[in-house]
């Protein structure tokens, strides 16, 4: 599902929210420099309420409801309950509990000492009494924890905020740098609680997922993120990956002193690649101030040497490229967004490389999903001022779906209606595919048993989500690239109705043509997925994402068949009566619902209207048996008189010049329902074939488009 747009510059940074009782800073603390020019410090901040909107981007999905649903889009009314439930439902059989190695990451040795004056033998001294709030945990935290940590920056000043509800981040900051925090540079996050009966509930983990969200959303190129939980001298550390989480044993940190030092030290020095960054977008890094200091090895990152330890100042990022160059690093987006004045990263596809913005056009907000970014891109020697030409998309896909890559290849150059295919491949580092069954969790052995799909209840105290890994049965996910052009419009950005329809009548078009000459059809119809072209056409628009399509000529079809954006979704596929293969009538009937969408809830300049009218046709995702519902719904409105009487008078005034289009092409979808067995098979005399059928409803569509077209002059 990708919206790319130029016509709008790329919003600024999201700030974390803060509600602030009092603060109080630190001295500023000295240590070594870093190789990053930029410091990495341990920031307190509150508890995130992300309340969002249900009105927010639709998500594609192959069943089920993820938490992009509540994606921050305006207003934030949305309760926490709806947020924490729809997270909870998309990690349900998707995290495993109590993996011992993901402790292995600080494995190695180290300089960090537990002095006797704050560690005893048995305790921590300054431990708060069981009784105290969560804030006494942090301020025995930044009081004694912090002084320990070998910390990576020239100067910095650590920061405490004491709030009613208190977590961490660590983020990336230039030195004396001001205390709002963005998601761009947050590094890991974790949450921390006086009460040790919250280690491993439920609400635990959701809670530190909405921040894990965040950090999808703001850096789409992780291959993971981080966190941890304290709760009473109960820790645990988290990876989250785009097939779910693994979570550690936990320890108690009073009895392991030492190797709790070790995690919150080892999560500051981490690098670019053990933080969780794609090891193949690339940057030339400029400027650079004491970049070769002493380092010595631990594992997977490094410690700044402080203390005397044998340092080596040699660096280890590895990538698998047909033209290496040893002044390339992993990029960092975190230190990215300090250090502004470095250029653009890159990518190598096929022996060449490109620049890509970091300003990424779209990415998802979920953490469960295939993780689809798109970014602008253009020839890496190409001028500062040329244009980005080129997107790029990098997306997750599940391993027993189809690659999209496959189908856009057929595409004869120039073909109407649909991008041009340019190159793609599965990612690969130092020889080995990306994907998270191995290069993500290491080969983890997880189970077959399948578990309910319905989970049970979440409760203040429920742990429903503790599974171990023998019953945990993973969905594997494979990285994956994509290069095409153009640089599309969101279809809102139409400048008149004509346009829009003319758009449309290209989209359908393009997709006729993947039908009719390579059997392909789409299945996930929706208006993020058609695009215009900038320059006003013709052409004047096309069709993309291609992740759920099929191929009609094979013999087995992967994956789901309940796949698609949900408020486009065919009556036949919400239904779940497809006794056949996803046809091209659904497709079509998609194409509808687009239109209506727009003609509701927008008005003649693409914006959204307020207030809204009443819904109709289109159901909130989120209720209760909410597919059988929005079937019944559309299929109640496909009656001529309800439609009039109901779904007409929430059509925004400007749109009234196309209320003809929509409902003469209601009037195809009803007849199709008539007609039509799911499959695409005409019922009684004058039985046609089923690619004869699907022409004639091409032509039927199209030809209602023209008209309306005709009709705007």
């Known amino acids: 599902m990708d919206r790319r747009t130029e016509a709008c510059p790329p919003a600024p940074p999201r700030p974390l929210p803060l509600k602030q009782s009092w603060v109080r800073q630190s001295a500023s603390m000295q240590s070594q420099p870093t190789n990053s020019g930029a410091s990495a410090s341990l920031v307190l901040e509150q508890s995130l309420q992300h309340l969002s909107s249900t009105s927010g981007t639709e998500q594609s999905m192959p069943c089920g409801i993820s938490s992009e649903s509540f994606r921050p889009q305006g207003p934030l009314n949305t309760t926490q309950v709806a947020v924490d439930l729809a997270l909870y439902m998309e990690l349900w059989d998707k995290v495993v509990y109590d993996d011992a190695l993901l402790w292995a990451m600080f494995d190695g040795p180290t300089c960090v000492q537990v002095p006797e004056s704050l560690h005893d033998g048995s305790s921590w001294v300054n431990w708060p009494q069981e009784s105290a709030r969560d804030s006494a945990v942090l301020r025995w935290f930044f009081n004694d924890i912090v002084p320990l940590l070998p910390l990576v920056s020239r100067a910095h000043t650590m920061q405490y905020l004491a709030l009613e509800k208190t977590d961490l981040l660590l983020r990336c900051a230039a030195p004396n740098s001001m205390l709002r925090t963005y998601w761009a540079q947050v590094r890991v996050v974790g949450r921390v609680r006086s009460n040790r009966d919250k280690d491993g509930r439920d609400k635990t983990l959701v809670q530190l997922a909405t921040y894990v969200r965040e950090l999808f959303s703001a850096q789409p190129q992780r291959c993971w993120a981080l966190g941890f939980t304290l709760c009473g001298s109960v820790m645990r550390v988290y990876r989250f990956d785009r097939s779910g989480a693994v979570v550690s044993t936990p320890i108690d940190i009073h009895k392991e002193p030492l190797m709790f030092i070790k995690a919150m030290a080892g999560f500051v020095a981490m690098d670019a690649s053990a933080i969780g960054f794609d090891p193949s977008i690339r940057w030339h890094r400029v400027n650079i101030v004491d970049s070769r200091i002493g380092w010595h090895q631990v594992n997977s990152f490094r410690l700044a040497d402080t203390d005397g330890c044998d340092a080596d100042d040699g660096h280890t990022e590895e990538f698998d490229t047909a033209h290496p160059d040893s002044s390339e690093t992993i990029y960092d987006p975190t230190v990215s967004f300090v250090e502004r004045h470095q250029p653009e990263p890159f990518i190598w596809a096929n022996g060449n490389r490109y620049r890509i913005d970091p300003s990424f056009i779209v990415s998802r907000y979920a953490i469960a999903t295939r993780g689809t970014v798109c970014w602008r891109a253009r020839p890496y020697d190409a001028p500062a001022d040329s244009p980005w030409e080129y997107v790029v998309k990098d997306q997750w896909r599940a391993e027993e779906w189809s690659v999209e890559g496959d189908f856009l290849s057929v595409i004869a150059r120039a073909t109407r209606g649909l991008p041009e295919y340019i190159w793609h491949t599965d990612v690969r580092v130092a020889g080995n595919t990306v994907d998270v069954a191995n290069y993500v969790r290491g080969g983890l052995i997880h189970g077959t048993a399948s578990t309910p799909t319905t989970p049970p209840r979440l409760t203040i105290t429920s742990k429903n989500l503790y599974h171990t890994a023998p019953d945990i049965q993973m969905q594997n996910r494979i990285k994956t690239r994509l290069i095409m052009r153009p640089l599309g419009l969101p279809l809102l950005s139409f400048t008149s109705y004509k346009h829009l329809l003319l758009a449309l009548i290209d989209a359908i078009r393009g997709h006729q043509h993947m039908y009719r000459e390579h059997r392909i059809v789409h299945r996930d119809l929706s208006m993020n997925n058609i695009l215009l072209y900038a320059n006003p056409g013709p052409p004047y628009g096309f069709l993309i994402d291609f992740d759920f399509a099929v191929a009609r000529s094979g013999t087995e079809l992967s994956g789901a068949e309940f796949v698609g954006t949900f408020k486009y979704m065919s009556i036949d596929v919400l239904s779940r009566c497809l006794r056949g293969p996803h046809a091209p009538q659904h497709d079509l009937e998609s194409f509808y619902y687009v239109l209506l969408d727009i003609a509701i809830y927008y008005d003649g300049r693409g ?20 597919p059988s519902i929005a079937a019944l719904a559309k ?21 009234h010049c196309i209320v003809e289009v929509l409902d003469d092409w209601r009037a195809l979808i009803a007849g199709w329902q008539l007609r039509l067995r799911p499959s695409g098979v005409r019922l009684g005399p004058g039985i046609m074939d089923e690619h004869s059928v699907a022409d004639r409803m091409y032509n039927d569509v199209l030809k209602v488009l023209e008209i309306g077209v005709e009709a705007l002059g």
């Open 635 to 655: 299929s109640c409105y496909l009656d001529p008189y309800q439609f009039a009487m109901r779904v007409l008078p929430t059509i925004a005034p400007e749109a």
């Open 607 to 626: 914006h959204r209207r307020a207030p809204l009218p009443r819904h109709t046709v289109f159901v909130d995702p989120v209720e209760e048996n909410a």
